[in-house]
Each structure stands twice: as structure tokens, then as C-alpha cells.
């Protein structure tokens, strides 16, 4: 079966450290999204790209990038992880046949940064 | 700012009753709207998509759209205590495969 994963699914990591977290899916979908989750904001769009080589700015963009070099992956890194990027992540795609605009979710990554 | 406003809640309704949730939205070009259910400690779920002014419905669960008042529903008939969770709206941009969400409504089921 076509799914969305997220790896790991739980970090710890230091102030200052580059982190980096993964997204694969299978469902060949063009778009893939990477959101925050954090108590009192919801979801808030961090990076999207609409395929191989696009990548773009969301509405949490600072101190965060994404890299597309093909069509199931689209990691995140944090370059210089800081307590305030303490979140839990999720990565979503969209672009099936019909429904171009649902979003499906992987199981998120929760990140401590100390 | 495109934003998606809805009653954070805690909305309590007991068991077999219906649960009627709200979410209005600031883009009058969106087009498509949807409605995820999160457990706690889980990643949003989707419960529909609603394209169209009306009601759609899913076996419990109906959607409604009402564009001219950019206002979205979602009812859950005979709520169970599996539905407590909590609840987000999200709607798209005009000509854009990003989703705005809304912060979520949570809602319990008193067995």
C-alpha cells in the first residue's frame, strides 16, 4: 500500500546542532509539505515543493530548509537547531488523480531541542 | 492573511447526540475545504473534502458549504466516544495546492 513516512519519529538534539528530518512516500505525488505543530498555533507551513527541484517559502520559513532531488523524498533540515524550533513535524503530500489538493499526513516527528 | 477561524472548544456532547462543528474562512477565492480529525498524540486524518455550496455526507458525517458567508460545517450524527478528538478545518488558496488550517475544535463524547 502507497503510504507516507517520517523518520525518526522521536529526536533529541542540542542547541546549535543541524538536524535532519525525513519524508518518503510512495504514492507518487508531486506535492509535498512540511508544517510545525505547536500548542495555540496549529498547523503552520514551514516549506512546500510542487516537484523535483521546486522548493519553496511558508509561512515559518526561518531557520529551516528543504531540498527536492526527487519525487518521494523532501527532507527537512534545521541548520542551527534553537529551543524555540521544539515541535512536532509533519510532512503531508498531495497530487493523486482526482484529488490534487488532499492532503495526506505521515506520522510526524516530535524534536526536543535542549 | 488567509485565515481559518474556528471555536477551539472543549465542545462536550453526550453520547448518540449530534456534534455540530464551525470554521469560517477570510479567502473568498478558496476552493476546496476539508475537515481532519486528530487523535491526541496522532497526525490529522481526513475525514472529507467538500467542493461545492450544499451538504455532502459520509455515512455520520456531513459537510457543509456555504461560500457566500465563507462558512464551513461538519456534523456528526449519533457521536461516539471513538469520535473525541480534535477537529480541523483547512481550506486551499485560489490556484494554489496549499491548505490554510484552523487551530483545531477539540471535541468529547460523554458516554
Known amino acids: 500500500d502507497a503510504e507516507i513516512t517520517q523518520s525518526p519519529r522521536h529526536k533529541i538534539t542540542e542547541t546549535g546542532r543541524q538536524v535532519t528530518l525525513a519524508c518518503h512516500q510512495t504514492?507518487?505525488?508531486?506535492?509535498m509539505f512540511w508544517y510545525r505543530q505547536d500548542l495555540g498555533h496549529g498547523l503552520r507551513l514551514i516549506h512546500y515543493?510542487?516537484?523535483?527541484?521546486?522548493?519553496n517559502k511558508g509561512e515559518v520559513s526561518d531557520g529551516y530548509s528543504v531540498s527536492r532531488s526527487n519525487t518521494e523524498d523532501l527532507p527537512l533540515t534545521l541548520e542551527s537547531a534553537a529551543s524555540s524550533q521544539t515541535s512536532v513535524y509533519f510532512c503531508?503530500?498531495?497530487?493523486?488523480?482526482?484529488?490534487?489538493?488532499?492532503?495526506?499526513f505521515g506520522p510526524g516527528t516530535r524534536l526536543t531541542v535542549l | 492573511q488567509k485565515e481559518v477561524e474556528q471555536n477551539s472548544g472543549p465542545l462536550s456532547v453526550p453520547e448518540g447526540a449530534i456534534a455540530s462543528l464551525n470554521c469560517t474562512y477570510s479567502?473568498?477565492?478558496?476552493?476546496?475545504f476539508f475537515w481532519y480529525r486528530q487523535y491526541s498524540g496522532k497526525s490529522p486524518e481526513l475525514i472529507m473534502s467538500?467542493?461545492?455550496?450544499g451538504d455532502k455526507e459520509d455515512g455520520r458525517f456531513t459537510a457543509q458549504l456555504n461560500k457566500a458567508s465563507q462558512y464551513v460545517s461538519l456534523l456528526i450524527r449519533d457521536s461516539q466516544p471513538s469520535d473525541s478528538a480534535t477537529y480541523l478545518c483547512?481550506?486551499?488558496?485560489?490556484?494554489?495546492?496549499?491548505?490554510?488550517f484552523g487551530k483545531g475544535t477539540k471535541l468529547s463524547v460523554i458516554p
Open positions: 503531508a503530500s498531495s497530487g493523486g488523480q482526482g484529488n490534487t489538493d488532499t492532503q495526506y
Open positions: 504514492w507518487n505525488h508531486n506535492n
Open positions: 515543493s510542487y516537484g523535483v527541484q521546486d522548493t
Open positions: 479567502d473568498r477565492g478558496s476552493q476546496s
Open positions: 467538500i467542493y461545492s455550496n
Open positions: 483547512a481550506a486551499s488558496g485560489a490556484g494554489s495546492y496549499q491548505l490554510t
